[in-house]
């Protein structure tokens, strides 16, 4: 059944893609204004706790070649055990690690239009070895987590994730937002499309660093989006959740 925005603009997608078209006509007028440069990163005022990454110690597999030739989507988890906290710092650091400076720019592994980073990283945490269960933000400035909600959030994230069962499995699940400002300030409404690509750019980052260790990462692209935004406290309007992904231990191979 057609939703009621969908009835009032039949092709909302195809509207989009058109509406945000680069053409010589929509560039001819295109200014910037420098003063209201948005903030690269996000901190919160008062979080409930700051804890430090360890320095990524990464290890594994390194051939590119095999890594790309075995990487899956996987679901299955072993559910007791708990994730290194030194592997997810390997994980944080190849999906958002800051690796280079160039004036007030620091640029990360993974690629960003114009360099402006609108993605958040937050991490629904169940079970790493020294955190606490909770709902985490990743500051790549000061390489720590936020802790912003203690608990286990997996069950709710799961039904909002419309019962997909893999994040309860999960030691840890990837949630990447929007911060629309950050986009829109040079792109307008095209920025809306960028969110997207950079958020491909990083969970690729995730799946390839993921595989290296020999952990499971699934990306999930299925979700109630008010009931994860309601979840990690976004309006929706200024930052909005995109895309997630489970990481979990992987589940010993059943004989086929
Ligand atoms: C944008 C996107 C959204 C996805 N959403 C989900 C999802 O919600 N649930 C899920 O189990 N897999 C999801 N996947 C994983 C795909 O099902 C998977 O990539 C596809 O079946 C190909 O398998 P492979 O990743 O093992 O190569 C998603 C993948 C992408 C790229």
């Keep these: 059944m057609l939703t009621k925005k969908e009835k009032e603009i039949p092709d909302i997608g195809l509207t989009f893609q058109n509406e945000t078209k680069y053409t010589p006509a929509t560039l001819a007028n295109f200014m910037l204004n420098w003063g209201s440069i948005p903030e690269t990163f996000k901190e919160y005022p008062n979080p409930l706790a700051r804890i430090s990454l360890p320095e990524p110690k990464a290890g594994g597999e390194t051939n590119l070649w095999k890594l790309l030739l075995r990487r899956r989507s996987r679901r299955e988890y072993t559910v007791r055990k708990s994730l290194k906290l030194n592997d997810l710092s390997v994980l944080v650091w ?28 937050y991490l629904c945490i169940r079970a790493v070895d020294g955190l606490k269960e909770g709902i985490y933000h990743f500051r790549p400035g000061d390489y720590d987590l936020e802790l912003l909600k203690e608990g286990d959030f ?6 909002a994730a419309l019962q997909q069962t893999v994040i309860l499995g999960a030691q840890a699940t990837f949630i990447w937002s929007a911060v629309i400002g950050r986009g829109s300030w040079k792109y307008r409404q095209r920025a809306y499309r960028y969110f997207y690509l950079d958020a491909g750019h990083i969970a690729q980052n995730l799946y ?40 979990g231990i992987r589940a010993p191979q059943k004989p086929a």
């Design 208 to 247: 390839l660093a993921g595989e290296a260790l020999g952990l499971g990462v699934c990306a999930i692209g299925a979700f109630y989006d008010d009931d994860v935004n309601r979840i990690l406290d976004f309006d929706g309007t200024e930052e909005t959740v995109i895309y997630m992904a489970t990481v």
């Design 154 to 159: 997996s069950e709710e994230l799961t039904e």
């Design 94 to 121: 190849a999906t958002q690690g800051l690796t280079a400076q160039f004036g007030d720019t620091f640029f990360r592994t993974a690629p960003s239009a114009g360099g402006l980073y609108p993605v958040e990283t």
